[in-house]
C-alpha cells in the first residue's frame, strides 16, 4: 500500500473507533449516575469496559502496521549518529579541532604483520568495515584524544553504512558490572537502558552481531590502580575475547585504553594464555609545535599573546609544558582558560594571561596541569553564569563532592546492595549512596511513614459514616501498600526507572500483556468489592450491600482498576534515554503522581468524596516515586554543614556543567570532562 493510502486508512479507522468511544462515553456519564441494579448490569458494565479497551488496545497495532516500519538497526543507527554527533561536538568546543595523527597497525594477514604506517581515518574505517577479525584498539597518552578518535571512527562507519554492517554503539568501560554481566547482558542493558529498545529487540541485535561494542576507557576500570590479569581491566579483557572467539570472530570490537596499561594487560593475558589475539592498532602520536602552533592561530583570538608560550615549547621539547601541551586535552585547555575576555570591562581585556605558563615555579608537569586546572572552573563559570548566579567557589565544592565521592569508590571498590559503586559514572538517581548507605534510606522510610501517620486518620475522617468494621478493613488494607513501601529501601536498595514502552503494542505478546494487565486490573477490582462487602455483611448483611445499587464510584473505581492494570502491563524498567538523564527523575515523579492520583481516584471517589481523593492520592503517590523520593531523601543529606554539599537543584547544575564542558554524558550517566579533573578535584583541599 501507498503512503498516502496507508495515512488514510488510517484516519478512517481513528474515525471508526472514535466515534462509538465518545458515544459511550457521553451515555455513560448522563446514565451512570441514575443506574440502579435491575436497569443495568455491573458484572455486564464491567466486561463491557474491559472489551472496549482490549478493542483500543488492538486497534493501535492495526494502525502501526500500515505505517512503513523501519529497521531496527537503522533506527538504532539514527539514534547513535544523533547523540554522538554531540558528543563529539561537545568535545571539540568551538573553533578548528586539532587534529589528531596517529599510526596504523592493520592486523595479520596470512599470518604476517603489516607494517605500522601514518594513516588517515578514511582507510581505518575502510579496514575495520571489510576485514576479519574486526579488533581494533585505539592506544595514546592520557589525553591523547582517544575518545574524539572513537567518536570520529563511530561516525566514519555510520556514514557509509550498508545493511548488513553492525552499528557502532560506545559503552563506558566503568558501567561494566564484570564479571557479574556477561558481555551480551552488559550490551542489552545498554541498548534497552539508554536507546530504549525494547529487550526482544536488543537481543536479536547482538544474537545476530549487529551492534559493534566500542568500549571507551579500559584503562579506567581499575582507577589506574592496576592492570594485571585478574584486574577489573582484565576480566574484561578476557570476557571481550571470549565473546569474539564464541561468535567465531563474527562479531566486531573497539576498544581504548592507554598505551602502558593496554600492553601490560596483553602482556599479563599473553603469560596465561600462551598466545596473543590477532589485533588492529592505532597509536596516537604526540602533538609538536607546528601542529600546536597551527591551532593556536585558528582557535584563539589573538595569537601574538602565546608567542612566549609558543617559543618556550620549541626551545625545551621535553619540558613540562612541552608534555602538557602535546596532547589534544591540554593544548584545549591551555585555549579554553586563556582566550576568555572579560565582558564586564571596558576594554575587554583577557581574563588571564597565557605567559603565566611560563612561570619558573611550574617545574613539573602535574604543577602545569594543576595550574591549569585551578584556573578552569573560574574561567567557565565567567563564560556562563551557573543556575542562581552561584559563585565559583560554590561550583568547585559542588563538584569536589561529587569527584571525591567517585574517587573513594574507585579506590576501595566500595559495594552496596550488592552494586559495586562507580568511579566515574554520575547519575543522580544512584547518587545517594553519596551521604552514606543507610542514612537516605532511613529518612526515605520515615518520610513515607509519618507523612500517612499524619494524613491517613484525615483521610479515613473523609469516608461516609458506616459501621465500625468497615474503617477498621480500611485502615488496615489501604494501609499495606505505604508499610511495603517503607520496607522497601531496606530489601530493594537500587529501584530501576521507569518508562512506558509502547513498542509492546507492536507484537502478539505485547497484546497478551496488555490483555492480562486489564484482567488483573479487573479482578482486583471485584476482589476489593466483595472484600467490602464480606465486612459490611457483619453488620448489614452481604445481600443488602450487593443491591443496594451501582454508584458512580463504583463506576469510577472500575476504570481506574482497568487503567492502572493497563499502564502496568506497559511499563518497563528503563532510563529515558541520554539526551538528559535529569528524564528519570521526572518520569520518577509523574509515575508516582499517576499512580497516586489514579489510586485516590479509585478509593476516594467510591468511599469518600473529593477529600479522600487528594489525600489518599497524595499519600499513595509516595508509594509510586521511589526514585523522587530517595533523591529528596539525598539532597536532605547533602547540605553545607554535613561536608557532603551539593546544590537543591542538582539536575539543573549539571546540565549547566555540561553545557560549559565541566562534566560529559555518557550513555544515561554523567561524567567528568576528563579523568584529570575528577583526580584533581579529589585530591585538592576542599575550597571555604
Not at 534515554?577 to 489510586?599: I, N, Q, T
Request: hydrophobic residues 45%; aromatic residues 8%; charged residues 20%.
Amino acid at each position: 500500500m501507498r503512503r498516502g493510502g496507508a495515512r488514510w486508512a488510517a484516519i478512517f479507522l481513528g474515525i471508526i473507533c472514535l466515534v462509538p468511544l465518545v458515544a459511550a462515553v457521553t451515555l455513560g456519564w448522563r446514565a451512570l449516575p441514575k443506574a440502579q441494579i435491575g436497569t443495568i448490569d455491573p458484572l455486564g458494565t464491567v466486561v463491557g469496559l474491559l472489551a472496549l479497551a482490549v478493542a483500543l488496545a488492538a486497534l493501535w497495532p492495526a494502525i502501526r502496521a500500515l505505517r512503513p516500519q523501519e529497521d531496527p538497526a537503522a533506527e538504532l543507527a539514527r539514534k547513535v549518529r544523533e547523540t554522538e554527533g554531540k558528543a563529539l561536538a561537545q568535545l571539540l568546543g568551538r573553533g578548528e579541532a586539532i587534529a589528531l595523527e596517529f599510526t596504523f597497525r592493520p592486523a595479520r594477514t596470512g599470518g604476517v604483520a603489516a607494517p605500522p604506517t601514518p594513516d588517515d581515518l578514511d582507510k581505518v574505517v575502510a579496514h575495520h568495515r571489510d576485514f576479519r577479525p574486526r579488533q581494533l584498539v585505539i592506544e595514546g597518552e592520557a589525553g591523547a584524544g582517544k575518545t574524539v578518535l572513537a567518536l570520529r571512527l563511530m561516525l566514519g562507519l555510520l556514514d557509509g553504512r550498508r545493511p548488513e554492517d553492525p552499528v557502532p554503539v560506545r559503552l563506558s568501560a566503568t558501567s561494566w558490572a564484570v564479571p557479574a554481566w556477561t558481555v551480551e547482558e552488559w550490551l542489552r542493558r545498554h541498548l534497552t537502558d539508554v536507546y530504549g529498545l525494547s529487550s526482544a529487540t536488543a537481543r536479536a541485535l547482538i544474537g545476530s552481531h549487529m551492534v559493534l561494542p566500542v568500549v571507551d576507557g579500559l584503562d579506567e576500570m581499575d582507577g589506574g590502580l592496576g592492570s594485571g590479569y585478574s584486574s577489573q581491566a582484565g576480566r574484561a579483557l578476557r570476557a571481550l575475547n571470549e565473546y569474539q572467539r564464541d561468535t567465531q570472530n563474527r562479531a566486531g570490537l573497539v576498544l581504548t585504553c592507554r598505551t602502558k596499561q593496554y600492553r601490560d594487560l596483553r602482556r599479563a593475558l599473553k603469560r596465561a594464555a600462551g598466545r596473543e589475539e590477532d589485533i588492529a592498532k592505532i597509536q596516537i602520536s604526540p602533538i609538536d609545535v607546528a601542529r600546536a602552533r597551527e591551532f593556536l592561530h585558528n582557535r584563539v583570538d589573538d595569537p601574538e599573546q602565546w608567542t612566549k608560550v609558543l617559543d618556550t615549547i620549541e626551545r625545551a621539547p621535553l619540558g613540562p609544558l612541552a608534555k602538557v601541551l602535546s596532547t589534544p586535552w591540554g593544548l584545549t585547555l591551555a585555549a579554553f582558560v586563556y582566550d576568555r575576555r572579560d565582558d564586564g570591562s571596558d576594554d575587554g581585556r583577557y581574563l588571564n594571561d597565557p605567559a603565566a605558563l611560563t612561570d619558573p615555579g611550574l617545574e613539573t608537569e602535574d604543577a602545569v596541569k594543576e595550574h591549569l586546572l585551578d584556573l578552569f572552573i573560574p574561567v567557565a563559570t565567567a563564560l556562563r553564569p551557573p543556575p542562581g548566579n552561584a559563585s565559583a567557589a560554590r561550583v568547585r565544592a559542588w563538584l569536589t563532592t561529587l569527584a571525591a565521592y567517585c574517587a573513594d569508590n574507585a579506590a576501595t571498590g566500595r559495594t552496596v546492595g550488592f552494586r559495586k559503586l562507580s568511579g566515574t559514572d554520575i547519575v543522580p538517581h544512584e547518587l545517594w549512596p553519596l551521604a552514606g548507605s543507610r542514612l537516605p534510606r532511613f529518612l526515605c522510610s520515615a518520610i513515607i511513614t509519618v507523612t500517612w501517620l499524619l494524613g491517613a486518620p484525615l483521610a479515613l475522617t473523609k469516608l461516609p459514616i458506616v459501621p465500625s468494621p468497615i474503617p477498621i478493613f480500611f485502615n488496615v488494607v489501604v494501609s499495606l501498600p505505604v508499610v511495603w513501601a517503607s520496607v522497601v529501601p531496606w530489601g530493594f536498595p537500587w529501584s530501576k526507572p521507569l518508562r512506558m514502552d509502547l513498542h509492546r503494542l507492536r507484537s502478539r505478546t505485547g497484546l497478551r500483556r496488555l490483555a492480562l494487565g486489564g484482567v488483573i486490573g479487573m479482578v482486583c477490582w471485584l476482589g476489593g468489592w466483595l472484600a467490602v462487602g464480606v465486612v459490611a455483611s457483619f453488620t448489614i448483611g452481604f445481600l443488602p450491600w450487593l443491591t443496594s445499587g451501582f454508584t458512580v464510584g463504583q463506576g469510577v473505581s472500575a476504570v481506574v482498576a482497568l487503567g492502572l492494570g493497563i499502564v502496568t502491563a506497559l511499563t518497563v524498567p528503563g532510563t529515558m534515554g541520554v539526551r538528559d538523564p535529569r528524564e528519570v527523575l521526572r518520569a520518577s515523579l509523574a509515575f508516582g503522581l499517576v499512580a497516586g492520583l489514579g489510586s485516590g481516584l479509585g478509593i476516594g471517589t467510591a468511599l469518600g468524596g473529593p477529600g479522600a481523593v487528594l489525600l489518599i492520592g497524595f499519600l499513595y503517590g509516595h508509594v509510586g516515586a521511589p526514585l523522587g523520593l530517595r533523591y529528596l531523601a539525598m539532597l536532605l543529606c547533602t547540605r553545607r554543614w554535613t561536608g557532603r554539599w551539593l546544590p537543591w537543584r542538582l539536575g539543573r547544575f549539571l546540565h549547566w556543567c555540561q553545557e560549559v564542558g565541566l562534566v560529559r554524558v555518557v550513555g544515561s550517566a554523567y561524567q567528568f570532562r576528563h579523568r584529570e579533573l575528577q583526580d584533581y578535584l579529589a585530591r585538592a583541599p576542599r575550597p571555604a
